[in-house]
């Protein structure tokens, strides 16, 4: 029995504000060219941090109307980016089959009992190693079909038509994944979707690490290493897809090595950018039983 739990972890930048001086100065840090008056420059950088300044500004704030809103001040935008992110892995219920597939944001499942209007949801083709994984949110449900603001990930590998192999969608509600039971014949895979919105102009980086590999008291199952889960190898991993995915389509091992795994350099739009993990585990014949287990962190930082 093997399960992930995941765990979530936010990083922001950190704002540097400086005093007033023509040159500013600190061990670490330096700020050329400042002045309270007029002039000087717009910002001041060091190896690892950048500071947009300025002095002096009058009635900075926000105000408003019944129809308008007024954010008053040279750097009041600056200081409204939002930067957050929504993990959910997929629940044990509702994962009807589907059997037709717009293309676009539209899929026709056998039920839609247990699925709801805002709904985060993974459409799946052919579950197993080489599964393709599109993630969308519930807009509207008509009968059997299930409308998304828009599927991200596999959707110009997924088929219109299901072709008779084990077709999914998944409930992406959980906080905790269970992969069930395994053996030397069988593999074990499992969903986790995750939804970046920022409107850091700049934009983000998503990284993921586990607090040790999968564990089972001192018995461990070692990471994938050559880029892909194989039935009868005793490994474990994950592929991504989505917009910003760093190694797409790759099995790459989760460890307690932080490893990049979306980027994006400017802000995203207004549904965010959204990735889709296909954990995936094999075992050998000589791999000891046991309960089996990882806690998953996702690492959010803004791009500075």
Not at 103 to 117: H, P, Q
Not at 132 to 161: K, M, W
Not at 186 to 215: D, R
Not at 268 to 289: C, E, W
Request: negative net charge; contains cysteine.
């Amino acid at each position: 029995m093997c399960s992930l739990r995941t765990l979530f972890s936010v990083v922001m930048s950190l704002l540097l504000v400086a005093s007033p001086a023509m040159a500013m100065t600190s061990t670490n840090f330096q700020i050329n060219w400042d002045t309270v008056s007029a002039g000087g420059a717009d910002f001041g950088t060091s190896a690892n941090f950048v500071t947009h300044d300025t002095i002096g500004g009058e009635a900075a704030g926000q105000g408003s109307s019944a129809n308008y809103r007024l954010s008053a001040g040279y750097r009041l935008p600056e200081t409204a980016n939002l930067l957050g992110y929504e993990v959910r892995a997929n629940a044990a219920s509702p994962t009807p089959t589907w059997t037709v597939f717009d293309g676009v944001d539209e899929v026709t499942v056998s039920s839609v009992a247990g699925f709801a209007i805002g709904d985060l949801i993974a459409m799946v083709e052919n579950v197993g190693l080489t599964q393709e994984v599109a993630v969308g949110r519930i807009t509207a449900i008509n009968a059997l079909v299930i409308t998304v603001d828009d599927f991200q990930g596999d959707t110009a590998g997924i088929s219109l038509i299901a072709a008779g192999g084990d077709d999914r969608v998944y409930r992406l509600s959980s906080a905790t994944l269970a992969l069930g039971n395994v053996s030397g014949a069988t593999v074990a895979t499992g969903i986790v979707g995750t939804n970046v919105i920022t409107s850091v102009p700049t934009g983000y980086s998503l990284y993921v690490h586990g607090n040790h590999l999968m564990q089972s008291g001192l018995n461990t199952i070692p990471e994938v290493l050559d880029g892909s889960v194989t039935l009868g190898s005793e490994e474990f991993g994950a592929s991504i897809t989505g917009p910003g995915a760093v190694n797409p389509g790759t099995d790459l091992g989760v460890t307690t090595t932080m490893r990049l795994v979306q980027t994006n350099g400017a802000a995203t739009g207004g549904i965010g950018d959204r990735l889709g993990f296909s954990y995936k585990l094999s075992v050998a014949t000589s791999t000891a039983s046991g309960a089996y287990s990882q806690d998953t962190y996702y690492t959010l930082v803004a791009n500075y």
